[in-house]
């Protein structure tokens, strides 16, 4: 039995995963699940799944999680530090599937431990991609990418080696916007930029689809997970996804990753790792499907992936203040204190502010550093929301 945890387990990622677990019980010995205000959710789960332990992240949360398991033996938990103790359980596999950056402090703890880590939580390798991967080394930990531009990299890789590597191709679906006209986009409401087209996610991820800021993230997110430069990596639009990315070598080739819009493919992939083993995903009829479409992104529509290119260039710090930024500025557009193309102008005035004067590129990479980085990006964005006009 394969002792394993999943933090964020109510989540749209974490829920596909605990689908792949409870078809095969046997084989798993469940430690921990951590969840935030659906408690409902997540005691259902733990109870389901026979685990050991369920946290929510909200202290508020608490006595309603322990009343729903009363009368199970399930060990209940609440607040960010007791889903950081959970973390530090010894598990063979666990999956990072919290949103946003509150995702990084466990997943530390977690390699910290040895541990298997599955990475949905693209945050994290963006806000601190060579923390989290020294912090791997550093224990003999084993990083997995989830997010599944990256799973399809990791895949196309298999027997390969780097140096033939040149150029990693991720594709983007468009999002919600795609087809608008540019002008109306500083109109786009909430509601409106909730909805995408191919894949069904959480609905911050889904906003980011949106706007591209998603695409900017794993821009970053491949340029640290895979150790290649900035100028190797590449976005093409393609409506249809279902290639999830392709790898261009040195004699010509391009190894593409084909398959259905299902997040189960890239958890499970990683859930068996190094093997491949059945998983419940539909099998492509490519006949039917006919063709498949691709194009230049269009950086005017997509400031975003700019955006992103600035932050691979200038390196250190300045990933923690994307993010947080970027967390911020949704947040505000989510509130509607914002609009929709504000968002990148206030990540990108939030950049600005603090790569002029903090020391952002050069300050070393260190959890505290990491932290109080995050900290004052989400203050300078809201500062920025101001100075919109
Ligand atoms: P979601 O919003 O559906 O779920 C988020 C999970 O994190 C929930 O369990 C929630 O309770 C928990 N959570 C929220 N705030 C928390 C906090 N402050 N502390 C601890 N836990 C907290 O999100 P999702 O769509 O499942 O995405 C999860 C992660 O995976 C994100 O980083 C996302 O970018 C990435 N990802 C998602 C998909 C997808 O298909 N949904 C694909 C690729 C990558
Ligand atoms: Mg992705």
């Known amino acids: 039995m394969r002792r394993i945890t999943v933090f964020g387990a109510t ?33 259902h789960d733990a109870r389901r799944l026979n685990a ?44 990072s599937a919290i949103v946003g950056a509150a995702g990084l402090v466990p997943g530390l703890e977690a390699l910290s431990h040895g541990t298997t880590l599955a990475l949905a939580n693209k945050e994290s390798l963006v806000t601190a991609g060579p ?19 990256h799973s399809a990299v990791f895949q196309a890789l298999v027997g390969e080696h780097m140096a033939a590597v040149e150029r990693v191709i991720i594709t983007a679906s468009g999002g919600a916007f795609r087809d608008w006209p540019i002008e109306k986009l500083a109109k786009a409401t909430l509601a409106q930029a909730s909805s995408h087209p191919n894949w069904d996610m959480g609905r911050r991820i889904t906003i980011d689809s949106a706007s591209m800021f998603n695409k900017g993230m794993e821009l970053i997110e491949t340029k640290e997970f895979f150790n290649v430069s900035p100028d190797m990596i590449e ?19 391009l190894m593409a990753h084909v398959g259905p819009p299902d ?44 955006i992103a290119k600035r932050v691979m260039r200038e390196g250190g710090l300045s990933g923690a203040v994307f993010n947080a930024a970027k967390e911020r500025a949704l947040d505000g557009f989510i509130a509607g204190e914002i609009g929709f193309l504000d968002m990148s102008r206030v990540v990108d005035r939030t950049l600005d502010k603090m790569s002029s004067g903090a ?3 050069s300050a070393a990479m260190t959890i505290d550093n990491v932290l109080e980085t995050d900290r004052l990006a989400r203050i300078y964005a809201a500062e920025a929301f101001e100075q919109l006009g």
């Open 11 to 43: 989540g749209s990622v974490g829920q596909s995963a605990l689908d792949l677990v409870a078809r095969d019980l046997a084989s798993y010995d469940v430690v921990a699940l951590t969840g935030g205000r659906n408690v409902a959710q997540l005691a």
């Open 52 to 95: 050991d332990m369920a946290v929510t992240c909200y202290p508020e949360c608490y006595s309603e999680l322990k009343d729903l398991l009363a009368d199970t033996d399930v060990e209940v938990a609440a607040g960010p530090d007791a889903i950081t103790q959970a973390a530090a359980r010894p598990v063979d596999w666990a999956l």
């Open 263 to 306: 997040m189960r493919h890239a958890i499970g992939y990683a859930l068996h790792w190094p093997e491949r083993q059945h998983l419940p995903v539909e099998r492509l009829d490519l006949a039917k499907i006919g063709s498949l479409t691709f194009e230049a992104p269009d950086d005017a529509r997509y400031p975003a992936l700019g």
């Open 131 to 149: 923390l989290m991967l020294g912090r791997a080394k550093a224990h003999g930990a084993t990083v997995l990418p989830v997010d599944s531009e």
């Open 359 to 361: 020391g952002v590129q």
């Open 235 to 253: 976005v093409l639009v393609h409506r249809e996804s279902l290639v999830h990315a392709l790898v261009g070598f040195n004699d010509g080739a």
